[in-house]
């Protein structure tokens, strides 16, 4: 499954296969699905639709997110760069927008592709 975002005025491909987690492990020496699980604790203090707490925020491991937006645009483009100089690429990165945009792609790392 693949999309493209606007970042920057950046069109940015995205994509997940089954490479990914494999890719993100070699890259990061941390496992993809266990990664994946922390997105819900942003998940849940978006739902309060307040300003988060230090707490939240502290709780937030942020570097794994984009750890997270980078593996899925080097799966769709092999020749981006390391993640600290394709970031470097963008002035604004607005994290939260972009993971709102890639959710679908996300969700569907996770989802058993059988029909029942």
Known sequence: MEKTITIDDKQVKFESK???PLRYKKQFNSDFFTDLMKMQELAKIQKKKTQPTYEEIKSLDMEVFYNICWVLA????PNIPEPLEWLDKFDVFPLVNILTELQELITASLQDSKKK
């Open 18 to 20: 089954g490479s990914t």
């Open 74 to 77: 080097k799966t769709a483009d």
